[in-house]
Every structure is written in structure tokens, then in C-alpha cells.
């Protein structure tokens, strides 16, 4: 199955020029079965890399865009009277899909917000007191906007935690520029072919929850996380959920590394996109401060 892990890298590399990082972070979380919330400014690529990861895994996909005027029945859905039949029916909301991509989240009001959250926590939707099922695989995909732009709703905490991974995709490097004016080159993931079906990607799922995680480097992770409890500097400490949510991303990061186990690389790798923002830290300000928690901590041998 790796050699697929790979080749799924490549094609989304062929719409998302010079990010083969992100492009594995966000597989990471995806395979981790979390949720991805991406910080960035307008017209970085993220559409184009819900798009392009919807379209290789085979997953039926919807985009919702956020607004300060959108309501939770926008997302989950509505009953609505039947005339005819004289009872009401449930009308499903843009959440039943596989790949959502919630589009500028912190645009909406903190009770829309909380819908989606919810929805994303309990893999399910509640309406007038009667619960549907979300499809499997359910990954969300959310962007925010930078804070400092006017208009937006702050995610609390709490709610930021919901999300396994936090990643920024940032600007291309020149070369990845200069390719797309020169070429004329669109980011065109309608032309990507399918992959993997669903019972493959299940395949993967299982394949990373046995990954071997050895006991020194359980207590690497347990050391980074004592640190951020224990270190004045940090407003926020990480939780025994960050610990979980690091150990999984690790298991995942090292899998598409092509291992069937666990270094303390693979924990340094994922560190930052699983902490960051569950430590109260800005995407750019908060580097060094993330690289001076790795830089304390020793690595075990």
C-alpha cells in the first residue's frame, strides 16, 4: 500500500507546486482520521488541495462557504413540511460528504461554528431531537483566515483542539512561481485520477494504527509534553489528547516514510502542526517557540 502513499503524493505535487511537505502533513492527518484546519492567506492553494485530496482518495466532496450570515441549518440540514404527505422530512445539509471543506470558518458566528465542531466530534448531526449518521471516512477541512483581518470570528481553544493538525501552506518557493507564469500552467485536480478506493484506504487506516511505538520514544513525547506544562513562557499546556494526537500523527508520518515504526523523528516532524495551535501560538510567531520546546527536550538513544 505504500507505494500508493507515494504515488498519491506525486499527483497532488503536479497541482500543488513545491509543498510536498504540507501535501504530507495533510495526508498525515487524513489518515490519522482527524480533521485539518489550514491558516493562510486567500489564493495560497487550499481549495485546490481539498479538491486534489477528495479526487485521489475517491471521496464525494462539499465545499461550504462561510459567511457572517450563515446559519447551522445551512450546514447540517433542515426539516421541511411535505404538503402532500402532511409530515415533515429531513433535508440533508452540505456535511454529508466525505471531504467537507469549510471555507473561512472564522467568517461565521460562534454558534455555526459550533455546528460543524460538534458534527465534527460526534460523526454525527442531531435535529429536532433525532440523530443522523455522518458518512465514513468523515474528514473536514477547514481555512481560517489570518486573525488580523477584519471580520472574523476567533475559534476558542476548546474548539481549535478539535482539529488534529493545524498547517500553513505559506507562498510557493520562486521555482514553483515562476512555473506557473511561465507555463500558464492551472492547478487543474479535475484530472487527477482516482487512487485508492475506500476499503484500500481503510487498509492504510489499520495499517498505520499498528505501527510500532516503542516505550523510549512514548516517553520522548511524554517528556514534550511535561515541558509545555511545566515552561512559564507558554500561555497554554498541551493535553493527554495533544499526547494521543501527536502519537497517532507520528504512527502516520511514519508510515508514509515507509517504516513500521516510530522514530523520534517522526514525532519532530508532525510536533508543530499538531501543538502549535493547541498552545495558543500564531502560525509564524510561534516557530521559535515551538523549535526551542524540540531544542530542550532530549531526544532519546
Known sequence: MQ?????????LS?????KQQQIKLALTCLFSEGHLLIEDLPGMGKTTLSHALAAVLGLSYQRIQFTSDLLPAD??????FNNKEHSFSFHKGPIFSQV?????INRAGPKTQS???????????????EKYPLPTPFFVIATQNPLYQAGTY??????????????SLGFPPKNAEKRLLLNNQKRDYSQLPQRINQQQLKQIQQAIANVTLSAPVVDYIIELVTYTREA????ASLSPRASMALAKSARAWAYIEGRDFVLPEDVQAVFSSVCQHRLGLHSESGKNQIAD????VLVPV
Open 100 to 104: 467537507v471543506l469549510a471555507d473561512e
Open 115 to 129: 455546528a460543524l465542531l460538534e458534527a465534527m466530534e460526534e460523526q454525527q448531526v442531531t435535529v429536532d431531537g
Open 293 to 296: 520546546i524540540l531544542k530542550h
Open 232 to 235: 512559564q513562557s507558554l500561555a
Open 14 to 18: 503536479t497541482v500543488i507546486f513545491g
Open 154 to 167: 476567533p475559534l476558542p481553544e476548546s474548539q481549535l483542539d478539535r482539529f488534529l493538525m493545524r498547517i
Open 75 to 80: 450546514i447540517i440540514g433542515t426539516n421541511i
Open 3 to 11: 507505494h500508493l502513499v507515494t504515488t498519491i503524493i506525486d499527483d
